[in-house]
């Protein structure tokens, strides 16, 4: 297949129904509970309920929706940094759109902005960098945010701004990694996930082979997947397909832009530039072991913690935010007392409605979900 169209052809979508609920049905012969899919990206969390896919299939699967999207894992205390940094009169501080509405404790980046702070959207860590080259006597600061698939322009834009010596820009990094969070999830002691639809753009950068535990050790499959309708029912068909047959292994129904070894020009700016931390804190699942990444101390005159000292407080989300559920794959998101009443995508009061690929908006925008429903 070539064109997008391709890949929502209702008749080849209609022929994956077919076989995905025969599929279905065999393995439910021997269980008595749902299959259990996560979907580990938001992207493929958006896709789904954008093109309705879950109400297609039949009820005997189930998605349970996972960590990866950045913005939504993004703890609180971390966005109180990000506003503490921006009110600094020296700063002009650059973010993603998609970072500018998270709730902090006190205020977002953008009631910041409205503020009086000096809080600008770029479409890129080059877009912060040309702002330090044309404002010399201001300190640009880069909110580093996401996954392996945004850490290779961030690292890259450090050697960069190295390159040229410009000293007026740094990155507050809070680039996380996907692996250690699927093995926390594996581990939790509630788990009762399937198979996995794997992460199609972080796959593009590491590859497929550091999944290779998931099925070694967990007995679970992986399918590395693609974002268009097509993608996700052939991915959930091929993960049906090693349920049904007893096999746990990695595929990647993703090849077209996936690279079996990942990128490794991407993956050599990341290691020269990151380390990995210690731990790192997540919004609703806490402190993951080496999730996350830091500027090397060769680079640390580009790292915004060691410039201006961040004091990252840890602050629990609100009480009746239920965020941390939801991500765990515990309950739906029309099931937090807070959906679709105090908290909508206007009114966000968790990460998880900000983002277009957060659960609770992708449930909001696309999910039929009835208020009279909501508890
Ligand atoms: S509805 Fe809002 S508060 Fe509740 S889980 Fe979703 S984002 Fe969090």
Request: glycine fraction near 8%; hydrophobic fraction near 40%.
């Amino acid at each position: 297949m070539r064109f997008v169209d391709e890949f929502r052809d209702p008749v080849r979508a209609g022929y994956l129904l077919r076989e995905i609920e025969g599929l279905a049905e065999t393995i439910m012969r021997d269980r008595d509970r749902t299959i259990v899919i996560m979907e580990v990206c938001g992207g493929h969390t958006h896709s789904i309920f954008r093109y309705g896919i879950e109400k297609m299939l039949p009820r005997s699967i189930e998605f349970a929706h996972g960590p990866g999207c950045p913005v939504c894992v993004l703890p609180m205390g971390r966005v109180d940094d990000c506003v503490a940094l921006a009110e600094r009169p020296e700063v002009i501080f650059t973010t993603f759109g998609d970072a500018m509405r998270v709730p902090g404790s006190r205020v977002s980046l953008l009631g910041a902005k409205a503020a009086g702070a000096d809080v600008r959207m770029v479409y890129s860590p080059l877009d912060a960098l040309a702002l330090a080259r044309a404002n010399p006597a201001r300190e640009v600061v880069f909110f580093g945010l996401g996954f392996e698939t945004t850490m290779p322009s961030t690292a890259l834009t450090i050697l960069q701004a190295q390159a040229e010596g410009i000293r007026n820009f740094s990155l507050f990094c809070n680039h996380i990694t996907i692996i250690p969070t699927i093995k926390a999830i594996l581990d939790s002691p509630d788990m009762r996930i399937d198979g996995f639809l794997g992460p199609g753009h972080v796959s593009m950068v590491i590859g497929t082979e550091p999944y290779d535990f998931i099925a070694r050790d967990y007995h679970r499959p992986l399918v590395v997947a693609g974002f268009e309708p097509l993608d996700v029912l052939h991915s959930v068909w091929m993960v049906l397909r090693q349920i049904a047959e007893g096999r746990a292994e990695i595929e990647n129904q993703y090849a077209r832009i996936v690279p079996e070894k990942g990128n490794p020009a991407s993956l050599s700016a990341v290691t020269e530039v990151f380390e990995l931390r210690e731990f790192f804190e997540w919004r609703g699942l806490g402190s993951i072991d080496h999730s996350g990444v830091r500027v090397r101390e060769r680079y640390a005159a580009w790292d915004a913690e060691r410039k201006f000292a961040v004091a990252s407080p840890s602050i629990p989300d609100p009480k009746a935010c239920q965020c941390g559920e939801v991500l765990k794959g515990a309950i739906k998101p029309w099931q937090c007392k807070l959906f679709g009443r105090a908290c909508t995508p206007e009114t966000p009061m968790g990460a998880l409605m900000v983002s277009s690929e957060g659960a609770c908006a992708a449930y909001y925008q696309y999910g039929g979900v009835e208020l009279e429903q909501v508890p």
